[in-house]
Every structure is written in structure tokens, then in C-alpha cells.
């Protein structure tokens, strides 16, 4: 297997909590990869310590090839690992197309220099719209980011994202508080704009899950309890025992989370 991501032994302690314990991961290079668990499974911990947020008690990180262990979140982004949050992070009194240009003047190695001409700042004005229209929202791009509805500003942030030009992305609960159709709309922009990238997403809607991902990794109590294809996790006793009380439907693909 052809795996851009890896972990060894990953753990976190937390003042004698172990948060994450032991866990080795491998990610396949192009794949949709679900992170899943009950609350307090430890998800969100070991996207933090993937993206180099918190670092690990032990245990290391590999990306493409090489050791991340102890290298800082700018340090990772720059190699195209690449987060965005469970909140949406984008500046709402900009506009949409501002949002996108301040990500690539980042990603260009730019200062974020609102005040500079209007012509410096221009050039980016292609490449955001590009981006904008690759995620369903180029008919947005002079509105504020605060008037977008939520799935729309989850939209925006996946654009700020891909403006970092990442050759993986790790989305923390990307339908978290949508509507049906808002849902349903990122569902279809995360599998479009995985097309020639690797995806790692933590999401408790397991629907979502089962009809995006290649493989699942379920986490309880922040260890690995099992792995493999959505029809063979689902029907884990061990999986459907810890999601009792939290999720009950997993058996069978049923579940909202």
C-alpha cells in the first residue's frame, strides 16, 4: 500500500489521561479516509497531533515519505497537509473572494496585506475565482462571508484550503449542523475536489461516511478498536457495542450520527 500518511505508536497524555494511545494509521495516497468514534473517542486529538497543533508523548508521523514528529503546523502545511476545523474559519465581514485571496497571498508566501493597490492584490483574483467556482460558489464572490448560510461557509473554508494547494486534506466534521441539502452539497464538493488529493475526515453523520470512504478507522477510548471498508466495520460487534447509547443505528449503514 502506497500510504502518504503514517503513524506509529501515536499517544497523548493529558496529566496522566491518555487522550490517544498506541495508535498506528496508514493512509493510502488518493483515498478518502474516515476517522470515527463515539464522543471523546480521542478524533479530534489525533487530528491535532497529525497537524502538528499538540505534540505527541510518543510515537511518530510520517508524510510522503518523511518524518513530521516534531516540525511545527506552518512546517506541515507548507508540505500539503493541510486542516480546516470543526468551526468555520473564514473572515466574515470580507468577501468571499477576499477570503480566497488572503489564503493564496499565504500560500504565495505573502503577508496578509489588506491596505496593499488594488493591482497587486488582482492578480490573485483569477485563481480565487477559479477556486471559488471549483467549490459551487462563484456566483457568491462579492457577498460578505458573514451573509452565507452555514454549508456555504463550510464551502468557503474548503476553497481557503485548496488555495494552500494541498496534496492532502484533513477535514474535521465537515457536515457538522448542516441542513439535508447542505449536507448533501458538501458530500458532493469533498468527493469532487478529492479528485487527485488524499482526504482524511473525522464526521459523526455516518451516512456521509459510508458513501464517501474507502476505509474507516474507528477509534474508542483513543485506541484503535478496528479498520477496513464501511460494510465490514459496520458490522463489527465490537464497533456496534461502542456506539450503543451514541450512535445505535451503525449496524446495517443506518446511522445519522
Known sequence: MDA???????SKQFLGFSAVSDVSLAVRRG?????IGPNGAGKTTCFNLLTKFLPPSSGTIRFDGRDITRM???EVARLGLVRSFQISAVFPHLSVLENVRVALQRARGGSYDFWRSDAVLRRYDAR??????EVGLAGFA???A????YGRKRALEIA???ALEPTMMLLDEPTAGMTAEDVDRIVALVRRVAAGRTVLMVEHNLKVVEGLCDTITVLTRGKVLAEGPYAEVSRNPEVVAAYLGSDPAISGGAAHG
Do not use: C, M, N
Not at 31 to 35: F, P, Q, V
Not at 146 to 149: A, D, H, I, Q
Open 4 to 10: 502518504i500518511l503514517e503513524t506509529r505508536g501515536l
Open 31 to 35: 483515498s478518502i479516509h474516515g476517522l
Open 72 to 74: 511545527k503546523p506552518a
Open 128 to 133: 480565487a475565482r477559479e477556486l471559488l467556482h
Open 142 to 144: 462579492d457577498q460578505p
Open 146 to 149: 458573514v451573509e452565507l448560510s
Open 160 to 162: 481557503t484550503t485548496l
